[in-house]
């Protein structure tokens, strides 16, 4: 089958190696509030939207106007740690970006994470030309695992449902992909178990035809085996 054919991709653990920005902005954040979280709380809500994280470490001092100001506060905080310090793409991302974007893949951004964020890192990266669409925390209503921010990413580039591919490293994304009737490939670190079509502890384990093939499988009757995945 020919015709259009998308990649979205996860931003934050998936994209780009995040988490310590991330974690120091919000150790930092928070105790500005007077509140001080452990690493153990950071990485139970990391890839979640603000207005469902910041609730759970408020409890009932949480009110709409402190959640969205702490939020604002942290995401400042985070890009200017992205443009002082810089941001480094998970591994194998820089080849595949530049492969599918060769290839003729249309490529967008599916992230939780605002819009200013996902400006920043990929302009730490310097990839902004490889990507037709972004969507981001501000133009959805539901976060993952509903699969909103997938089918507005996939509507934002041309491309039906059934003919793109998630590239996620959370078992929400992954889900949100299932019930967008999207492919996906999980990106599992430190053995993370993923229900995705394709796992892989990195991408640059993946055949040069992974992309092709996992999308061409749904007309095929063969068993999807992947020897490096």
């Not at 591919?165 to 949100?176: K, L, N, P, Q």
Request: glycine share 8%; proline share 4%.
């Amino acid at each position: 089958m020919t015709g259009p054919k998308a990649v979205l991709w996860d931003m934050d653990g998936t994209l780009v190696d995040s988490e310590e920005l991330h974690w120091i902005a919000w150790r930092t954040t928070m105790a500005n509030e007077g509140i001080a979280i452990t690493r153990e709380q950071f990485l139970s809500t990391f890839g979640q939207r603000n207005d469902s994280i910041v609730p759970t470490w408020l409890g009932s001092a949480a009110t709409v106007e402190r959640i969205e100001r702490i939020g604002q506060a942290k995401e400042e905080l985070y890009r200017h740690l992205v443009r002082r310090v810089g941001i480094a793409p998970e591994s194998g991302v820089a080849t595949w970006l530049d492969r599918l974007h060769k290839h003729g893949w249309q490529q967008a951004i599916a992230s939780a994470a605002p819009r200013a964020n996902i400006d920043a890192v990929l302009e730490a990266l310097s990839v902004k030309h490889v990507f037709q669409g972004i969507v981001s925390a501000e133009d959805v209503h539901r976060g993952k695992p509903d699969p909103e921010v997938y089918l507005l990413a996939a509507s934002r580039v041309g491309v039906p449902a059934e003919r793109c591919i998630v590239v996620e490293d959370a078992g929400a994304g992954i889900e949100g992909a299932r019930r967008a009737g999207m492919r996906s490939i999980g990106i599992s670190h430190n053995g993370k178990d993923l229900r995705a079509d394709v796992v892989v502890e990195s991408l640059d384990l993946l055949e040069p035809d992974c992309f092709d093939r996992l999308l061409n499988h749904r007309e095929s009757r063969e068993p999807l085996i992947f020897p490096k995945c």
